[in-house]
Structure formats: structure tokens, C-alpha cells
């Protein structure tokens, strides 16, 4: 090994830190995650091609790569895509993107193989909607992507600026970030607005390439189908939870964004397969208690399993 860097600022337990630390595998293939088997494990970024957090600044995506994404909302001469999405603009959007090598990003946050009552496409609950012109992901993703400083001689933030993010001592912003990180929420007795990690959140968003949203080819607008639903991977509904519930491991091992994806085929929540696969950690999602009905904010907390 290389090079190693324990990530103090993306612990296992806190959905966005360990989605980033899988998305950082994904925009840098040299680069390979495990965890620490501390109280609260951390991520460990390693590479047998130097340091990954140098590595990880030449990776980081440029304005205009973020522009290109398949998800975008006007993309490569197809019909523009809003927050509610008709089964044609999509299975035409999916057509074009098919070779891409990100419609990862279509795949993740939207299928047609669920069409909700209303008629359009589901979305992912990786995928909340949000309030007024950030409605889209796409839009809330360029907006924190903004909000990371170019620094001279890198195409974004320089290692030293990535690392302060990775060990969780920079600053954070103004914002919602992808809009389900609930560590972003003040409480009812702060006078502070949202507030996110810049780096944090466009590493989470890459992350969300090995999280497809599957259905199961049904039309809610039919008689008997309502009660079916599309889901991503690593959601279920529990006996003991009437809503849906997002489940993720933290592993020993030091892998790579294929690696990672076999071990999330294999493993399972109720312990059965943890020994045998390295797992020594998992956590599942708390969702956010809306404080009133019409209340749209979203939010995801953990709880260890």
C-alpha cells in the first residue's frame, strides 16, 4: 500500500460521509475505501498509486463535466427533463445515454419501471424533491459544486483543501447540499440556516452511482399495482417500520468501487454474512419527523444495527 489517509470527517455511521467515501472510488478508480474498526469507524482511503487525496484533487470534476451528466436537465438534444418526469422524456432520455459512462445518474435517481399515480416516473429517495428552483438534483448538485473553490493548479480544491473536508475541520456552507443530509438542519431554538459540506456532498452524489432504482414493470394508475413501489438498492421496508428504511455495512477491507458493489450484492442486515465478508459495522437510515403537515423538508438520520 501506497498511500493511506484516515478520513476523521466521514464516519461510517452518517449516510452522506460514507456515500462520499464510496464516491470517491467511483471518481477516482485508483482509489479504494475501507473503515476503521474504531467506536465509530472512519473511512480509510488508500491507493497503490500515491496519495489519494492528491489523486482524488486531479479527479475532481470540472463546471463543465457536471454540465455534460445524462441527468441533466437539458441534455444532448433530448426532451428537457423537470422535477416531474413522463415516461416518454425518460425512456427517450435513457435511449441516447445508454453508452454514457454516466447514465449511472439516470439509473440511480429515476425509473420507468415504476410510474407513480400521477403518471410519471419514480424517483429515488436519494432523489427528494425540492423547494422552488432546486427542485432538480442536477441543480442542487451544480449549486454545492459552486460552493468548492478552484484552487490554482488543480482543476477544483487543491489536497490540502479536500483533506480539511475529509477530516471534517473546513468550513461549512450556506445550503441543502443534495437535499438529505439531516445533519444540514438547525433546531427550532438556532437562528442559523442550513448548513452542508461542499466537498462532502459532491462525493455523496458520485457515490450514488452503485445505488440503482428498480421496479417492478407495474403502472400505479392501474387497478391493484398501487401497492407496489420502485426501490433502491439498500432499501427495504422492516417488519417493525411502516417506512422505508436504508441499511449500509461498514468492511475491513480496503476496495474498490467493483469490490464495493459485489460486497452490497451479498451482505445482509440481520448479521447472517458479516464474519464472512469483513463487515464489523452497519447502520440503518432515521428519517426526519416533519414538524407539521405541510412541512417538505427531508433528512436522514442512523441508528446502528
Not at 491507493?47 to 479527479?59: H, I, K, R
Not at 435511449?95 to 429515488?124: E, F, I, K, N, Y
Not at 399495482?225 to 438498492?233: F, G, H, I, P
Request: aromatic share 8%; hydrophobic share 40%; net charge positive.
Amino acid at each position: 500500500m501506497r498511500g493511506q489517509v484516515i478520513c476523521r470527517g466521514l464516519p461510517g455511521s452518517w449516510v452522506n460521509g460514507w456515500l462520499a467515501g464510496i464516491g470517491a472510488t467511483v471518481l477516482c478508480p485508483g482509489i479504494r475505501l475501507g473503515w476503521t474498526e474504531d467506536r465509530t469507524p472512519r473511512a480509510a482511503l488508500s491507493s497503490t498509486d500515491g496519495d489519494p487525496v492528491e489523486l482524488l484533487a486531479a479527479a475532481w470534476p470540472t463546471r463543465a463535466a457536471l454540465g455534460e451528466l445524462p441527468v441533466a436537465e437539458e441534455w444532448a438534444q433530448t426532451p428537457r427533463m423537470e422535477r416531474k418526469v413522463s415516461v416518454e422524456s425518460f425512456s427517450a432520455r435513457v435511449r441516447v445515454a445508454r453508452a454514457h459512462p454516466a447514465s449511472w445518474t439516470l439509473s440511480s435517481t429515476m425509473t420507468d419501471l415504476h410510474v407513480a399515480a400521477d403518471g410519471q416516473v419514480a424517483h429515488a429517495p436519494f432523489d427528494p424533491a425540492g423547494p422552488g428552483s432546486i427542485r432538480w438534483l442536477h441543480d442542487r448538485l451544480l449549486r454545492v459544486h459552486r460552493q468548492v473553490r478552484r484552487s490554482a493548479g488543480w482543476p477544483g480544491p487543491s489536497p490540502r483543501r479536500l483533506d480539511r473536508s475529509l477530516q471534517g475541520t473546513a468550513r461549512r456552507v450556506q445550503g441543502s447540499g443534495l437535499g438529505f443530509d439531516i445533519t444540514r438542519l438547525a433546531s427550532q431554538a438556532d437562528e442559523t440556516v442550513k448548513r452542508v459540506e461542499p466537498v462532502v456532498e459532491v462525493l455523496a452524489f458520485f457515490g450514488l452511482a452503485l445505488f440503482p432504482l428498480r421496479g417492478t414493470g407495474t403502472d400505479a394508475r392501474l387497478r391493484g399495482a398501487v401497492q407496489s413501489s420502485a426501490l433502491q438498492r439498500g432499501w427495504s421496508r422492516e417488519n417493525d417500520r411502516r417506512e422505508l428504511c436504508f441499511s449500509w455495512p461498514a468492511w475491513r477491507a480496503s476496495l474498490d468501487a467493483a469490490a464495493i458493489d459485489a460486497l452490497l450484492d451479498l451482505w445482509s442486515p440481520n448479521r447472517s454474512n458479516w464474519a464472512l465478508l469483513g463487515i464489523h459495522s452497519a447502520w440503518r437510515t432515521l428519517r426526519y419527523r416533519p414538524r407539521a403537515t405541510a412541512d417538505p423538508t427531508r433528512g436522514f438520520g442512523s441508528e446502528r444495527l
